[in-house]
């Protein structure tokens, strides 16, 4: 759940009806993550999480809060550990708080916020993906291949087969129009 307000010249993120909460039984009944031991104390904000599909106990949660960050739990959400405090992560986190987790290596984490950046520490270190565009949305990740995913962005997608995406600018040529 995520408390927010905008208009034309004020932006508010965060308030008592920001939470994380978990269902195991199709939505019936819901469990408030949010009070763990080791989740951040006070008002919360935008909370971005993903599962690993390598080990559904893990779970990430890039946490927005005075000591927000990369927070990771090993026992599917029942305590946490803020693993890594990086602004970078989550610096714009009203526009972004998307994640991807490697489906085969549970300590595989892509961030995505204005860069994208890579993990396979479990959260603790993190290099930049080369992506020609900033602004990074969204990823799908090859569940059968961890080396082939897909980033969305402002400006389009970048797709790789071997983990890493070049950090040059693009090399397309200009479009060309016939009148």
């Known amino acids: 759940m995520w408390q927010a307000y905008r208009n ?35 008002i919360l904000g935008k909370i971005g999480i993903v599962v690993s599909p390598a080990n559904s106990n893990r779970l990430y949660a890039m946490v927005e809060n005075a000591k927000g960050g990369l927070y990771r739990s090993d026992d599917a959400g029942d305590s946490w550990q803020l693993i890594n405090e990086d602004k970078n992560l989550w610096q714009r986190p009203w526009y972004y708080m998307m994640m991807g987790a490697d489906p085969q290596d549970e300590n595989g984490l892509i961030v995505l916020n204005v860069n994208a950046m890579k993990s396979y520490d479990g959260g ?56």
């Open 124 to 179: 603790k270190t993190f290099s930049v993906l080369g992506v020609h565009h900033g602004d990074t949305h969204d990823i799908w990740w090859n569940p059968k291949n961890s080396q082939n995913f897909i980033i969305a962005d402002d400006g389009g997608a970048e797709v790789t087969y071997n983990g890493e995406l070049p950090s040059q600018t693009s090399t397309c040529p200009p479009p060309s129009f016939t009148t």
């Open 8 to 42: 034309s010249y004020k932006m508010s993120s965060g308030g008592p009806g920001s939470g994380l909460f978990k269902s195991t039984d199709g939505g019936d009944t819901w469990v408030n993550l949010s009070n763990k031991p080791g989740m951040p104390k006070g």
